[in-house]
């Protein structure tokens, strides 16, 4: 039976307004994530308010 452990990475905006994302620097993460074996799962959004963004959570999984 395969077996599975799962991580979950939290990335937030950057800026005054809390609007900004460094898509080099989440690609990096991507990248070091997958060079490690691990594959990402899904992203969830996680919202404050009037719908701005506050961060998102990357959770990815591996076979153990």
């Known amino acids: 039976m ?6 979950t990475v939290q990335v937030k905006p950057k800026g ?9 620097e989440i690609n990096k993460m991507l990248n070091e994530m997958g ?17 701005n963004t506050a961060c998102f959570f990357y959770t990815f999984k591996r076979e153990i």
Not at 35 to 51: A, D, R, T, V
Request: aromatic fraction near 22%; glycine fraction near 10%; charged fraction near 30%.
């Open 35 to 51: 060079s490690q074996g691990w594959e990402l799962l899904f992203i969830e959004q996680q919202k404050i308010n009037y719908g």
């Open 2 to 7: 395969k077996r599975f452990e799962y991580k």
């Open 16 to 24: 005054a307004w809390g609007a900004k994302f460094d898509v080099e």
